[in-house]
């Protein structure tokens, strides 16, 4: 009974997961669809874009300077990522290598900031900006983000299960703090970091309320640029969608490279 | 040195909470209190200010047109430096980040030095962002004399930025509510386009006999939604005799039986099938497309209906905006007035140098053509030695929309700190009237007494 049972389900689930998935990728299928269309079908409703057009393509890169905007995104969201990495990792490694007064309300500090809203926090964001003069500069966009929650809660698991006679037998050896770190926890932790480091890159990638309030010049980063298509003289879907697409690439290229490690970053942080 | 820690904590709460003062009370730009006008810039004084406008969230014409006039006035003032900025914000209409945006760079200390603010936050600019009048700053002289010169503004434009007898905006851009047309339909339908419908009665008849003959959408009016805004159906409103606001501003009326009728003559329209179901997003491209007969909308659309009907092979066409039976139309205006925000007086002073010349005879014919915005400066457009003479006279569709600037009636700025959520409110009760089927009056009566708890007390 158990033994029919079991490739029946099987086979539901797999049609679940199926289905699932096109619901996933359609939307992005459409994305690639529209921007193929010639500006006059972009409403059409056909499943393949025919006849094929590069004109959105076209538009897009007449309108926006979609090559500096997507390497301006490039560096945020990479300067981001590695300065969060960084400050997670001191901030993992101090809250797991000594024990001290206030530890454990450090750490609960640190996770309590996950209950402020950013709408609490953005506007004192931006007078701080402000007065260091990094309004309408990338680096206007970086600095208040240094530091990541995640990332300090996701290294603090792994530091937390780290052989601790790794750490004595490095102080035996007479090796600093600090040497410590860098020659015996990073080398250990490579898999974790780089699971972390992509997480990271993406979200930062991905956000668009800070830099939208920081940034007012065209020549920002490719989630503003987007913002430029919409009009109250309408929007140009074809260019959108063009300039959409574009946008997605460098993610898609770096999940195709680092799929395994994406999906172990994700699993990780949510069973350790 | 504050060595323990429930005084550290107090200390910590005292900043928190004096930072917390100074993000929501009293800008730190402060309001204009002088009585002098503020000094002249010397010949070789070099002054750097900032213009913000949400016309330059949107690329493409928009943006090069507004960056084209900056550049012009970069080359006849070499000492002033302007850097041009959009507002910041989340909505993908920069019209809407307009406001928060001013309000967080008044609350850091660093305003723009002038601010493109629109005709509906005229009053929460004056009262709670305290923005300068140019009479304080320049003299009122100095500020009548840049509404004269070679081509006057309208009559009807020039007080559209006062408050309490002072200029506190320049109106800068705006248009008024015009009804496009699809000329080939009408031939279809058998309707004369030469002899478009005068009042909602005929436009209803016209409509009917465009979806009856072409099986295309009869009219769709751009006024009656939260998205739409409220500047197009506050004409709709006016045009019917009434008013959403008394007045002396101190009491809702958009619950009235003129604004009442006023939805009713939509909804009637949507009712009947003439008019589609359609957001403004959706309504667009459909009318561009040629398949809507009639569209009541701002002209800035009209370079977007254009391309349409270039593309589709159909004839465009304007007119002046429908009346109610006999009553004369009541067009509004749309768009911004510009504001001085800074409190530097050099960069008051230069800030004005860039109103003017914003609001002069070489920029309202750039903006005319490039974007269709209203050449409010109305004396261009019959001065053969002007460039926008012959544009005008190859391009007749701006003909209405200058025609209506002649009776204008002001696009009205509901009062107090409550007033996007008046104004929501109000909307919403139109499209759930028009488009939901809902009752008129009992919906739009509901929305007012709950919108009157939102005005400022007395």
Redesign the interface.
């Known amino acids: 009974m158990i033994e029919t049972r079991r490739p029946r389900q099987q086979w539901i689930g797999h049609v679940v997961l199926g289905l699932l998935s096109i619901a996933c990728i359609f939307p992005i299928y459409w994305m690639y669809a529209t921007s193929f269309r010639r500006p006059a079908d972009v409403g059409a409703a056909s499943l393949v874009p025919w006849p094929l057009s590069v004109q959105g393509y076209r538009d897009a890169a007449h309108i926006i300077d979609i090559g500096g905007l997507l390497l301006n995104t490039f560096t945020v969201a990479g300067l981001t990522a590695a300065g969060q990495l960084l400050t997670s990792l001191f901030a993992a490694y101090a809250l797991t290598r000594w024990r001290f007064r206030g530890q454990q309300l450090a750490y609960l500090l640190f996770v309590g900031t996950w209950l402020v809203p950013f709408q609490v926090t953005m506007l004192p964001n931006y007078i701080v900006i402000v007065q260091l003069g990094l309004l309408n500069t990338l680096a206007g966009v970086i600095v208040p983000m240094l530091c990541s929650v995640l990332g300090v809660m996701m290294l603090r698991q792994h530091l937390q299960a780290f052989p601790r006679e790794l750490l004595e037998a490095a102080t035996m050896d007479g090796r600093s703090s600090w040497a410590t770190l860098w020659t015996v926890v990073v080398p250990n932790l490579r898999a974790p970091l780089a699971s972390l480091a992509i997480l990271l890159f993406i979200t930062s990638w991905n956000e668009y309320f800070w830099p939208a309030m920081v940034l007012r010049h065209s020549r920002s980063v490719i989630q503003l640029g987007l913002e430029g298509f919409f009009s109250p003289e309408g929007t140009d879907w074809s260019a959108l969608m063009a300039a959409a697409g574009l946008a997605c690439l460098p993610v898609f290229a770096l999940y195709l490279v680092l799929q395994r490690q994406i999906v172990s970053a994700f699993v990780r942080s949510g069973i350790r | 040195m504050i060595r323990h820690w429930p005084a550290r904590a107090a200390a910590v709460a005292a900043t928190l909470l004096s ?1 917390t003062a ?2 929501v009370g009293t800008p730190s730009g402060g309001p204009s209190t002088s009585v002098a006008t503020v000094p002249e810039l010397a010949p070789d004084q070099k002054v750097s200010i900032t213009f ?1 406008s949400y016309n ?5 014409p ?2 090069d047109t507004f960056n084209e006039l900056l550049d012009n006035f970069r080359k006849q003032h070499p000492n002033i430096t302007v850097t ?7 909505s ?2 920069g ?1 809407n ?1 307009s406001m928060s945006s001013l309000q ?2 008044v ?4 305003p723009p030095t002038v601010a493109q603010e629109i005709f509906g936050d005229l009053d929460f600019m004056v009262d709670k962002l305290h923005a300068h009048a140019y009479d304080d700053l320049f003299g009122r002289n100095a500020v009548q004399a840049n509404f004269g010169g070679a081509h006057p503004f309208a009559d009807t434009a020039k007080p559209l930025g006062d408050v309490k007898g002072k200029t506190y905006g320049v109106p800068f851009v705006f248009s008024t509510p015009v009804l496009y047309y699809n000329a080939s339909l009408f031939r279809a339908a058998g309707l004369d386009p030469a002899n478009p419908p005068a009042n909602w009665d005929q436009v209803k008849t016209a409509a009917q006999a465009i979806k009856s003959h072409t099986g295309k959408d009869g009219v769709y009016i751009d006024c009656l939604t939260k998205v739409s805004g409220d500047w197009c159906y506050q004409a709709l409103v006016a045009s019917n005799g009434g008013s959403v606001l008394s007045g002396d501003g101190s009491k809702l009326t958009f619950a009235d039986a003129p604004a009442v009728e006023a939805v009713g003559m939509a909804r009637d329209l949507v009712g009947s099938g003439v008019m589609p179901q359609l957001t403004q ?1 959706q309504a ?2 459909q009318f ?2 040629g398949n809507i007969g009639m569209f009541l909308e ?1 002209s ?2 009209q ?2 209906f254009v391309k349409g009907a270039a ?1 589709g092979h159909w004839d465009l066409a304007a007119a002046t905006m429908p009346q109610f039976g006999s009553k004369p139309a009541a067009p509004t205006n749309s768009g911004a007035a510009l504001f001085v925000t800074a409190s530097d007086p050099a960069q008051q002073r230069a800030g004005w140098e860039l109103v003017k010349y914003l609001t002069g005879d070489e920029a309202y014919s750039i903006i005319a053509r490039k974007i269709g915005y209203l050449p409010l400066r109305t004396g261009l457009v019959d001065d053969p030695n002007s460039s926008l003479a012959s544009w005008v006279a190859q391009n007749p569709l701006v003909r209405p929309n200058l025609d209506q600037l002649k009776r204008l009636h002001p696009w009205l700025a509901f009062p107090g700190d409550n007033y996007v959520q008046i104004r929501n409110g109000m909307l919403e009760a139109v499209e759930k009237s028009v488009f939901q089927n809902a009752d008129p009056n009992a919906t739009l009566t509901a929305a007012q007494q709950q919108a009157s708890a939102l005005m400022p007390a007395k």
């Open positions: 930072l100074c993000s913000e330059l969230s949107t690329a493409g928009w943006t041009a900025q959009k507002p910041g914000g989340a993908a209409n019209v980040n967080s760079e609350a850091a200390g660093n997003t667009f491209p561009a497309a701002s800035s659309l370079g977007n593309d």
